[in-house]
């Protein structure tokens, strides 16, 4: 917890330097009639030891991914982080949210975030990533976005197993001005490549794919790709486990002109839901469509090397009618450690944690094998079908296991079903007891 003193002479000193004589005179410009004429109704004040008590007490009601075992994942998951990253991030020198771009007293961050653009373009396979976005729904709503400046279009394919919060920002975004198509899951969990094609015309701009999608399948995006491209249209591949391109293909190598995604995985926390992450990026040809910020390298009069803000197509420094979403950059300390994580594992070492996910998982699937909802290949998530979700996640519960998501909430038609997600930091143990209680629920397949 951080302490700041605010003793009654500094808060006088602070209100004789704005020139009032008391606290109330900063309302004055509200009107008497609307202001609150009566102290708020909170409790009495604690004394430090008994504050600390109290929210430790109210921390200890949370069932979290550290006592329980965990098996929810649904574009949020629980994966190990080293130590080191807790470690450099909390130094001094970075420990600010917001993300100075002053080259003569940033080149720290300046080169964190070259270098961070760096790891994000080698990962995803492709030629230019931005210095972050703010999570990956509005990252995809960006490039969705985006894909019809370049195209002129206005039309875009989305499938049916986009996460349902990234459908809900993308329609935030472009409600009044894009006209949206879903694309139903075929029995395999995944787009049908025949029906995509029989819905793309001279209108879309973009066939949107997530890989694992929602209902954890890996799309065959390439082939999607080279439909969507034959009608001039963009692939806008999107991911909310990007731990995945630990051991898929990138998407840059399968025909992605925009690869927007979630970077939760890549050493943040969970943290009940952020700050999170947004990974953009593209193609050379469309970086200067694109939102957000770039960081390059270059050198000096002195020939030394150098880190400057080399492209930001915001109204601020363009042209209002050339510029592109005024969205900046996501928190500096979550690019920087995604960029700390990524540089700890190494390529070797983010694939050995991408393949526990997929043999743990696989695991799991194979032992369930009867309840599987869809056919198609899985990283660490997948659909199971049970009678009723949450009657068995209150029994897994109560045997210490936080269960898996029901789709209901989301797909009406698919109340009996669970979207399962199994991490590196399930155990075999864990996996076994959250299979026993499934096989001895009540529910009945």
């Given amino acids: 917890m951080r302490y700041i003193s605010l003793t009654p002479q500094e808060r006088q000193h602070m209100l004789q330097a704005i020139g009032v004589e008391k606290t109330e005179d900063l309302f004055e410009s509200i009107p008497v009639g609307v202001r609150l004429g009566r102290p708020l109704d909170l409790p009495e004040p604690l004394s430090e030891s008994s504050l600390l008590a109290d929210f430790k007490s109210m921390a200890r009601r949370n069932a979290c991914a550290e006592d329980f075992g965990y098996f929810l994942g649904a574009g949020a998951y629980h994966h190990f982080i080293p130590s080191v990253i807790d470690t450099l991030v909390s130094r001094s020198e970075y420990f600010t949210a917001y993300t100075p771009y002053q080259p003569e007293v940033s080149q720290g961050t300046l080169?964190?975030?070259?270098?961070?653009?760096?790891?994000?373009?080698?990962?995803?396979?492709?030629?230019?990533?931005?210095?972050?976005?703010?999570?990956?729904?509005?990252?995809?709503?960006?490039?969705?976005?985006?894909?019809?400046?370049?195209?002129?279009?206005?039309?875009?394919?989305?499938?049916?197993?986009?996460?349902?919060?990234?459908?809900?920002?993308?329609?935030?975004?472009?409600?009044?001005?894009?006209?949206?198509?879903?694309?139903?899951?075929?029995?395999?969990?995944?787009?049908?490549?025949?029906?995509?094609?029989?819905?793309?015309?001279?209108?879309?701009?973009?066939?949107?794919?997530?890989?694992?999608n929602f209902f954890g399948v890996v799309e065959e995006m390439e082939e999607l790709g080279r439909l969507a491209h034959r009608r001039r249209a963009l692939l806008v591949a999107v991911t909310t486990e990007a731990l995945s391109l630990g051991v898929l293909k990138p998407p840059g190598e399968m025909g992605a002109d925009i690869v927007a995604g979630e970077g939760q995985s890549l050493g943040l926390p969970l943290s009940f839901g952020g700050p999170y992450l947004g990974l953009f990026a593209t193609r050379d040809r469309y970086k200067r469509q694109m939102p957000g910020r770039l960081v390059g390298q270059t050198v000096d009069r002195k020939d030394r090397r150098g880190f400057v803000l080399t492209l930001s197509t915001?109204?601020?420094?363009?042209?209002?009618?050339?510029?592109?979403?005024?969205?900046?950059?996501?928190?500096?300390?979550?690019?920087?450690?995604?960029?700390?994580?990524?540089?700890?594992?190494?390529?070797n070492g983010i694939r050995e944690l991408a393949e526990q996910n997929l043999k743990k998982a696989h695991y799991l699937r194979r032992r369930l094998a009867g309840r599987l909802v869809f056919s198609g290949p899985v990283f660490n998530e997948m659909v199971l079908r049970v009678d009723d979700p949450e009657s068995l996640n209150q029994e897994l519960y109560r045997e210490g296991i936080i269960g898996g998501l029901p789709l209901g909430t989301w797909f009406p038609s698919r109340r009996d079903q669970m979207l399962v997600c199994v991490t590196d930091q399930n155990t075999r143990r864990q996996i076994d007891r959250f299979i026993r209680v499934l096989q001895q629920s009540r529910v009945t397949v």
């Fill in 111 to 212: 080169q964190a975030i070259f270098e961070y653009q760096t790891l994000i373009a080698q990962l995803t396979g492709m030629e230019v990533a931005n210095a972050s976005l703010y999570d990956g729904a509005s990252a995809l709503a960006e490039a969705v976005m985006m894909a019809s400046r370049v195209t002129r279009r206005t039309r875009i394919l989305v499938p049916e197993a986009l996460h349902p919060n990234y459908r809900k920002v993308l329609g935030t975004y472009t409600g009044n001005h894009l006209s949206v198509t879903t694309v139903p899951a075929n029995s395999a969990g995944s787009m049908d490549p025949e029906t995509v094609d029989a819905l793309l015309d001279d209108r879309t701009a973009a066939v949107v794919v997530q890989s694992p």
């Fill in 314 to 347: 915001r109204e601020q420094h363009i042209r209002r009618e050339k510029a592109t979403s005024n969205i900046c950059t996501n928190q500096g300390l979550c690019a920087l450690a995604v960029s700390i994580f990524l540089s700890t594992l190494g390529k």
